[in-house]
T-cell receptor, first 113, second 116 residues
C-alpha cells in the first residue's frame, strides 16, 4: 500500500520565479492538505482540497494556489517566490469517512536564493 | 485562533519513560494528535485522541488528555535511541466546522534526545 508521495524531493529556485510541487495521496484517500514548515517551526496549514475544490485556506497570500485532479493527486503552485518561501512543503492525505487521520508525505525541500 | 504550545527540548536515558507535554487554547478543538518527525523526513502519525476521551494507550505510547486544563501529554515507555526525534502536538476542530475535515494546528515541536 503506497503512502503519500511527493515530488520533487528538493528544489532550488531564484527569487521571482514560480514553482510547482506535486503530491499523490495514500491509496483510498480523497482529500489533500498542504502545509509549510519553516526551519525549526511546526507545519502551518496552507489549504485543503476535496472534490477538486479548495475547501479551506490558511493565512497564506494568493501567490499560493493549488489544484486537485480527478485521481485525487494535487499540485501546489507558488508564484513570485520570496526568500521567505524557503521551507519544507508537506502534503497530507485523508479520507472523509469520519476518521480524521492525516498522513503526511516526506515533503519537498524548497530553497529560494 | 488556536495556539498550541510545547516545551522545546527533553532529554532522557535509554530505558526510562519520556513524557512530552502540550497545551492548547481553543476548547472547541476536538481531535488532538501526536506526530513524530525524524531528521529530513516527513511527519509520522503516532496516535490521536478525541476530546471525549481521557486516555488512550497504544503499545508503548500513552496519551493523557485533561480537557479542563487543555493539556495533552504523550508518555513513551521504555524509551529507545530510535525514539530520538521531534514530536509535534496538533489540534483540529474536526468536520463539524464548515463541513470539511479540520486543518491541523501544530505546536513548534519537542526535540527528544535519548542517551544510551
Amino acid at each position: 500500500d503506497a503512502g503519500v508521495t511527493q515530488s520533487p524531493t528538493h528544489l532550488i529556485k531564484t527569487r521571482g520565479q514560480q514553482v510547482t510541487l506535486r503530491c499523490s495521496p495514500k491509496s483510498g484517500h480523497d482529500t489533500v492538505s498542504w502545509y509549510q514548515q519553516a526551519l525549526g517551526q511546526g507545519p502551518q496549514f496552507i489549504f485543503q482540497y476535496y472534490e477538486e475544490e479548495e475547501r479551506q485556506r490558511g493565512n497564506f497570500p494568493d501567490r499560493f494556489s493549488g489544484h486537485q485532479f480527478p485521481n485525487y493527486s494535487s499540485e501546489l503552485n507558488v508564484n513570485a517566490l520570496l526568500l521567505g518561501d524557503s521551507a519544507l512543503y508537506l502534503c497530507a492525505s485523508s479520507f472523509r469517512d469520519g476518521t480524521y487521520e492525516q498522513y503526511f508525505g516526506p515533503g519537498t525541500r524548497l530553497t529560494v536564493t | 485562533g488556536e495556539d498550541v504550545e510545547q516545551s522545546l527540548f527533553l532529554s532522557v536515558r535509554e530505558g526510562d519513560s519520556s513524557v512530552i507535554n502540550c497545551t492548547y487554547t481553543d476548547s472547541s478543538s476536538t481531535y488532538l494528535y501526536w506526530y513524530k518527525q525524524e531528521p529530513g523526513a516527513g511527519l509520522q502519525l503516532l496516535t490521536y485522541i478525541f476530546s471525549n476521551m481521557d486516555m488512550k494507550q497504544d503499545q508503548r505510547l500513552t496519551v493523557l488528555l485533561n480537557k479542563k486544563d487543555k493539556h495533552l501529554s504523550l508518555r513513551i515507555a521504555d524509551t529507545q535511541t530510535g525514539d530520538s526525534a521531534i514530536y509535534f502536538c496538533a489540534a483540529s476542530k474536526g468536520p463539524n466546522y464548515g463541513g470539511s475535515q479540520g486543518n491541523l494546528i501544530f505546536g513548534k515541536g519537542t526535540k527528544l534526545s535519548v542517551k544510551p
